[in-house]
């Protein structure tokens, strides 16, 4: 059964560098998804993404985050300066979404991502 | 506002016991509600959607749109059933959908 793979599962960086977090969406699915979960809390909607553009942007989605589909199979979250409250876990999701239907969003198992 | 609303960080149960895991929404609109289950170290992966109306290993859930609710049940839990499970609502936002999940509840079944 085809899966979400995210890379790397565990970044470490340092406060104010760039990070790229990294999806392979299940490749006929057509909607693109990041949510985090800092540790404790709950699973947070970031970003929503489709034809190449953003949907919907949560508040946490600030003007540091941003996204991009490079190359048609890779889905990538760029946050540009990172901060320590941006230690978390990243999750990847994607489903087909024909149409505006409400199907299964499939998760990837996640990139944790720690700012030191 | 759109909520979802899972009162019990930890239920602890023993093998063989009931469960029930509750969930509660808030939202205007025709809600589309899911369960997920994160095991140790796994992924999340859905466990059931109230639309499809069918039992997963063991586990239902109905929606009671007069109570807001959609509470997970299983009669007799399995020490496998230990993990984190997640109800989560689809709401639709110009076209497009998200899920807002609740905080989540840990399950962990005894022998």
């Known amino acids: 059964e085809p899966e979400v793979t995210q890379t790397p599962s565990h970044q470490v960086t340092q406060m104010g560098q760039e990070v790229i977090l990294r999806c392979v969406p299940i490749s006929n699915h057509l909607y693109f998804y990041w949510y985090r979960q800092i540790l404790g809390q709950k699973v947070e909607f970031l970003v929503s993404?489709?034809?190449?553009?953003?949907?919907?942007k949560s508040e946490i989605f600030d003007d540091q985050f941003s996204v991009e589909r490079p190359d048609g199979s890779n889905f990538t979250l760029k946050i540009r300066s990172t901060k320590l409250e941006d230690s978390a876990m990243y999750f990847c999701a994607s489903r087909f979404g024909k149409g505006v239907s409400t199907d299964t969003q499939y998760f990837g198992p996640g990139t944790r991502l720690t700012v030191l | 506002a759109q909520r979802v609303t899972q009162p019990e960080k930890l239920l602890s149960v023993f093998k063989g016991a009931p469960v029930e895991l509750k969930c509660n929404y808030s939202y205007s609109g025709s809600p589309e509600l899911f369960w997920y289950v994160q095991y140790s170290r796994q992924r999340l992966q859905l466990l059931l959607r109230h639309i499809s109306r069918e039992s997963i290993k063991g586990f239902t859930a109905d929606l009671n749109k007069g109570e807001t609710s959609f509470h997970l049940k299983k009669p007799f839990a399995q020490e496998e059933d230990s993990a984190m499970y997640y109800c989560?609502?689809?709401?639709?936002?110009?076209?497009?959908?998200?899920?807002?999940f609740g905080a989540g509840t840990r399950l962990a079944v005894h022998p």
């Open positions: 993404f489709y034809n190449n553009e953003i949907s919907e």
């Open positions: 989560a609502l689809s709401i639709l936002s110009g076209g497009y959908n998200k899920l807002i």
